[in-house]
């Protein structure tokens, strides 16, 4: 009988939940450059019979029976991942991205060996061999390159690096880095040092097939994308090998496979490949080229209109879908920023920035980004006023200091949280925010 109910009656209290996030999501700026709003129909198939299947295996190679209509999905996806990117070989299982970093250093890597990523604080992630408390860092020996003072990196730096440190893997990418990558010069610093190239293209995966940003497909050995940020899907990964990684080792894609399963992972999440092979299509179609342009349109308005009023931007400003505002010269921390703009109702997140002196808990910058209000529409003219508010939040908490005691912190945080609910300037903005998102409904 159950199954037969409808959410509401066999849970009213998640039911109720889902309703409010939902709510919440269409009464916002979604400015989390890592998140987005998928379409309908990816989320149709996330919420499908799929969900039931167990599938453990590649096509036509499970170890469970019933699988004719799961080798169709997952060749389709695998099939659209391959002529969307332009590449050989790919594996649409990993269940996201820190898995299918996990995956690449596991079919290529011995425990040990030297990987070379980019810092955290610089832009990097977790899974690029941040020390200590990652698989990545621990794992394997991590060597960790950084931007320049202005969040530039610096190809020479690296290079040099590089020959003194003779990393067996190199990977480009980043999770809050606003510039685009010379992939062609990446290449040449692996090729001189016999390295692996992993391109890390998570966060501009979609400005990639939407033909704004150069492909790395042409320079790297494997392409590693999350699909559901600028791609626009559900959330989940592609790990793909280049013709490149091919002829350098023609088992790169078996030894990529058997790492995802039975390496590290179990049976795929059915529904989720079905709503990758989606996401694929729709960004296969005309008008995923104009949204991927309008991203960058939209954050090079944004940038500028922050930098205008007096903000600083790492690097000065931006090339893709984000940007990181460093909040050093007002002296306040991302935390205070990020609390207040999201009373203001500007969700975006707290964030290192280069050089921080500051402990990635209580950042010195918010991060912010273009794709989930691009989605929605919004063009220039709502860039420059979404600039304008953003500038007025944060000249309304630039007084706040974070105490030096560590004990005086979580109070500190409190007594500021309350004040910022009652604030008459962030209520104002909130309810413009309102009237804003309400002529630009989630699609
Ligand atoms: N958490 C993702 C991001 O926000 O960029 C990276 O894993």
Redesign the pocket.
């Known amino acids: 009988m159950i199954h037969i109910m409808s959410l509401n009656t066999v849970d009213p209290q998640i039911s109720k939940l889902i309703t409010l996030e939902s709510q919440r999501q269409s009464e916002v700026l979604e400015m989390?450059?890592?998140?987005n709003y998928a379409s309908k129909a990816v989320r149709e198939a996330l919420g499908s019979v799929l969900t039931n299947k167990y599938s453990e295996g590649y096509p036509h190679k499970r170890y469970y029976q019933g699988n004719r209509y799961i080798d169709e999905i997952e060749e389709l996806a695998m099939a659209r991942a391959k002529k969307l990117f332009g590449v050989p070989h790919a594996n649409v299982q990993p269940y996201?991205?820190?898995p299918a970093n996990s995956a690449v250093y596991m079919a290529l890597l011995h425990q040990g060996d030297t990987i070379m990523g980019l810092k955290l604080s610089g832009g990097g992630?977790?899974?690029h061999g941040h020390p200590d408390v990652t698989f990545s860092g621990t794992f394997y020996r991590s060597i960790q390159y950084d931007v320049d003072e202005h969040g530039f990196i610096d190809m020479d730096y690296v290079a040099d690096l590089a020959k003194k440190e003779k990393p067996k893997m190199i990977v480009v990418g980043t999770?809050?880095y606003p510039r685009i990558f010379d992939w062609k010069a990446w290449r040449k610093i692996c090729d001189s040092v016999g390295a692996y190239f992993l391109a890390d293209i998570?966060?501009i995966a979609g400005l990639i097939v939407g033909g704004v940003h150069p492909s790395p497909a042409p320079y790297a050995d494997i392409l590693m994308a999350?699909t559901h940020?600028t791609l626009r899907g559900p959330r989940g990964a592609l790990l793909m090998v280049t013709g490149r990684g091919l002829v350098k080792d023609p088992a790169m894609g078996d030894k990529i496979d058997k790492a995802v399963f039975p390496g590290l992972q179990g049976g795929p999440h059915d529904n989720v490949t079905a709503a990758i092979a989606i996401a694929l299509h729709e960004a296969s179609q005309p008008a995923f080229k104009n949204y991927a342009k309008q991203i960058v349109t939209n954050a090079k308005v944004l940038a500028d209109t922050l930098l205008r009023q007096g903000l600083a931007l790492s690097t000065g400003g931006t090339d893709n879908h984000l940007m990181v505002v460093d909040l050093r010269p007002q002296g306040v921390i991302g935390n205070i920023a990020a609390e207040a703009l999201e009373v203001a109702s500007i969700v975006v997140?707290r964030n290192s920035v280069p050089h921080d002196p500051n402990p990635p808990f209580y950042p010195s910058g918010i991060?912010l980004g273009t794709p989930a209000i691009t989605t929605r529409g919004m063009k220039e003219k709502e860039m420059r006023q979404i600039g304008e508010w953003i500038v007025s939040v944060i000249k309304e908490v630039s007084h706040y200091r974070l105490p030096a005691t560590k004990e005086d912190r979580g109070p500190f945080l409190k007594k500021v949280r309350t004040e910022l609910q009652e604030n008459k300037q962030l209520q104002s903005i909130r309810h413009s925010v309102t009237l804003l998102t309400k002529k630009f409904p989630v699609p």
């Open positions: 989390i450059p890592s998140e996201s991205g820190s992630h977790l899974t999770t809050a998570s966060h999350t940020k997140n991060r």
